[in-house]
């Protein structure tokens, strides 16, 4: 089993729908919680960061981590053909020097 | 400022051919990795460094070596390359030292596409 779970879709929403993406994770120990966008033939981008549980919101995303059920989330408000990209989560311990990340779900959104 | 930069952003290689992919930083980070990405895998890393003169292996270090003699460079080899390697890598920096890795994100460059015949 993969420390990281991830669908990696592909999912497909009209533009200006509530886009939802999701991972969970086995590894209690994960204190770090992360969400990059990755375009097509280009490296990620830190799009969200949150430690320990809780929510974070920015602009039109939402970041939600859930400890006790090793489940993280990203929500994307009012999505637009230009938030067409791959998500990916990624994780990482308190002391640790190694990051886990989830496949990447892919996201085509339709104008 | 740059950010991460890797070169080249392309190659082809032969079995058994080596070569170095490189990657340089102008953020003056401490931390610096290697990942593969292949389909449906997501990330991989491969090695990282905590600074100049040190370095670890990541989850897949077979085949690939790397050294970390100045803070801003960090280059990856291939000492003989397969065709399991084909794939496309990338460098990430991030700042921290000591046990403060951690809490800090990573910035990635654009990548490398790999192939090997």
């Known amino acids: 089993q993969k420390e990281v779970e991830q669908d990696p879709g592909p999912l497909s929403v009209p533009e200006g729908a509530i886009v939802s993406l999701n991972c969970t994770y086995s590894?209690?120990?994960?204190?770090?919680f992360m969400w990059y966008r990755q375009y097509s033939r280009k490296g990620p981008e830190l799009l969200m960061y949150?430690?320990?549980?809780g929510n974070k919101e920015d602009g039109r995303f939402t970041a939600q981590v859930d400890k006790s059920s090793k489940y993280i989330s990203l929500f994307i408000r009012d999505s637009q053909p230009s938030d067409s990209a791959t998500y990916l989560c990624?994780?990482?311990?308190?002391?640790?020097?190694?990051?886990?990340f989830g496949a990447g779900t892919r996201l085509f959104v339709k104008a | 400022n740059a950010g991460v930069t890797q070169t080249p952003k392309f190659q082809v290689l032969k079995t058994g051919q080596s070569m170095t992919l490189q990657c340089a930083q102008d953020?003056?980070?401490?931390?610096m990795s290697w990942y593969r990405q292949d389909p449906g895998m997501g990330l991989r890393l491969i090695h990282y460094?905590?600074?100049?003169?040190?370095?670890d292996q990541g989850e897949v270090p077979n085949g690939y070596n790397v050294s970390r003699s100045t803070t801003e460079d960090f280059p990856l080899r291939l000492l003989s390359a397969a065709p399991s390697q084909t794939s496309v890598y990338f460098c990430?920096?991030?700042?921290?030292?000591?046990?403060?890795?951690?809490?800090?994100?990573?910035?990635f460059g654009d990548g490398t596409r790999l192939s090997i015949l």
């Open positions: 949150t430690y320990s549980s």
């Open positions: 953020m003056n980070h401490e931390y």
């Open positions: 990430a920096s991030s700042p921290g030292t000591g046990t403060s890795f951690s809490n800090q994100p990573q910035h």
């Open positions: 990624a994780m990482r311990s308190t002391g640790g020097f190694k990051t886990i």
């Open positions: 590894n209690s120990a994960f204190q770090y």
């Open positions: 460094s905590v600074g100049a003169g040190i370095t």
